[in-house]
């Protein structure tokens, strides 16, 4: 039998014990409603920690760090730079002053995407995979790639349209609608991250095809340069789940992971800090960690 | 499990379109994917946004510097927190502290105003000011622990202390700052005074 020790009960309340010991505290604070009210309080303040720390998290990283982990030579600006939120301009010259604008690689992304989006649609990549002996990890490799490939191109498309951008379903009033109308085409329904605590506004959703499958393409735009424009692309896979990866595809940014039968990818030209911190925001709103 | 958690189990891959990914971008991407994390840890730490951000900025080019000296299949972002608490000491001892830590904390505890006490509200910040009245070494295990998720053996690691020390540091931890909440007028003795009206 341990000793009933505050060690014992802090270490219970974050699952480190055996067992064999869990059931003795167990035990005691069935038995112990003083032990039980210290335990109940106990889990309040760890709560409480955890939800004071947990802000930072999603705070932008500041260039000079990002600069920092890359062995830049570091800015001596102190703090992170942020851009105020400006009221957009509907000029040509506001227009052409995005730093997302691409211009003519979107020829080549919609090309590739005709070829290897509607291919892979109609099943033929995924045919030619299987029918070409390759190993499984090879076939989930180059399944990624293409994944990769459709969200980096989807999101040049949309970043290249601006204010014009290829939305099949507007956001209305209640944004859930534009979600509820793209879900019925998806195996399983779509739910919408809030991002507007990153300046982020839900710009609408399309229906694309993704690695021969449908998926979601949420539309965010922001005038907060620093970050530009985003979109999540949430699809169907039956590849095992896999941790957060970051990739870069056609001068893009992709964060992307898998959980439970579902393929995300959020995708942008911001620095891999913010796009880290707001899938992170992702996964937590999603319950897709 | 947050997703920082999630990441903190397996190394962050890159995979680019321009080729093969040097080992130096590798590591690169792996730091900046985890520089949040990093913030959070030296905010906790320092109590200061200002002082946590010099703090992990001096931490990544002590990693890059010493990029040969970490272990490949060993935790990333284990590592990173022992540069950060590292940097964080040598700063400390280099400040010439005259009190131990312990007395500073009675010294902080002794000096708040009374009118916080009476509010009866206890904010997020004031969470966070009760952690940083923490003994140093009780705030690092807790910091570790609860709020990194780290497993005691992990945060041990990365406090180069046994298994033990860090369970009895974070009950120690855990019990003071529940009684400082409750006792300080907070949400939890808040929660309590409308309970028993």
Redesign the interface.
């Known amino acids: 039998m341990h000793k009933r ?3 014992r ?3 219970y ?2 699952g ?1 014990l055996e067992v064999a010991e869990r059931r003795e505290i167990e035990a005691w604070l069935a038995s112990d409603a003083t032990a039980r009210e ?1 335990f109940a ?2 889990a ?3 709560n ?6 947990d ?5 932008p ?2 260039d ?3 600069a ?4 830049e030579s ?1 800015s001596s600006e ?2 992170g730079r942020v851009l105020p939120f400006r009221r957009r301009q509907a000029t040509e010259a506001a227009s052409t002053s995005r730093p997302w604008r691409v211009g003519l690689p979107v020829a080549a992304c919609l090309l590739g995407l005709l070829l290897g989006g509607n291919a892979a649609y109609f099943g033929v990549a995924k045919l030619a995979l299987n029918g070409s002996g390759k190993s499984p990890a090879v076939a989930a490799a180059a399944a ?2 293409l994944w ?1 490939d459709n969200a980096a191109g989807y999101f040049k498309l949309v970043a290249s349209a601006g204010d014009g951008a290829l939305i099949d379903v507007a956001p209305t009033d209640d944004p859930r609608e534009a979600l509820q109308k793209i879900s019925q085409n998806l195996p399983q329904a779509v739910r919408l991250p809030d991002l507007k605590p990153w300046g982020l506004k839900f710009r609408g959703a399309r229906l694309v095809v993704a690695d021969g499958r449908p998926a979601a393409q949420l539309v965010y735009t922001t005038d907060n340069k620093a970050i530009g424009p985003l979109t999540l692309l949430i699809g169907s896979s039956k590849e095992p789940d896999i ?8 001068e893009v940014n992709l964060l992307y992971w898998r959980h439970q039968g579902r393929a995300y990818a959020l995708v942008g030209q911001s ?3 913010y796009l ?2 707001i ?2 925001d992702v ?2 709103q999603l319950d897709a ?1 | ?4 958690q ?2 903190a ?2 190394p ?7 080729g093969p990914v040097s080992d ?1 971008d590798r590591f ?2 792996q ?3 985890v ?3 990093l ?2 840890f030296a ?2 730490l320092t109590g200061s946004a ?1 002082e946590a ?1 010099d703090l ?2 001096a931490a ?2 002590r990693a ?1 510097a010493r990029r040969h000296q970490f272990q490949e299949g060993t935790r990333f972002d284990s590592w990173m927190f022992r540069i950060v608490q590292t940097i964080w000491i040598d700063q400390i001892r280099a400040r010439d502290v005259r009190k131990e830590d312990g007395d500073v904390a009675e010294e902080r505890l002794g000096s708040d105003e009374p009118v916080r006490r009476v509010e009866a509200r ?1 904010s ?2 004031e ?2 000011r009760a ?1 940083d009245r923490l003994p140093r070494d009780q705030r690092t295990a ?2 570790l ?3 990194d998720g780290l ?2 053996k992990e945060a041990a690691e990365v406090a180069r202390v046994p298994v033990g020390t860090i ?2 540091r ?3 931890a ?2 003071a ?2 009684q400082h ?2 006792a300080g007028g907070g ?2 003795g808040s ?1 309590k005074d409308a309970q028993a009206q």
């Open positions: 020790s505050d060690d009960l802090v270490a309340l974050d480190e210290k309080a106990l309040e303040s760890t409480l920690v955890r939800a004071a720390f802000e930072i998290i999603h705070e990283v500041p000079r760090l990002i920092a982990a890359r062995g570091v102190p703090v990624d790639n990769l941790s957060p990866t970051l990739a870069r595809r056609q620095d891999i800090g880290w911190g899938a992170n996964a937590w960690i | 499990m947050s997703l920082s999630k990441m189990g397996s962050v891959h890159l995979v680019s379109d321009r130096r690169c991407d730091l900046i994917a520089l949040p994390r913030r959070r905010r906790g200002v951000d992990v900025q990544c080019e890059l206890l997020l910040d969470v966070r952690v807790l910091l622990v609860t709020v497993s005691y369970m009895s974070l009950a120690r855990r019990i700052l529940q909440l409750a949400m939890l929660k």
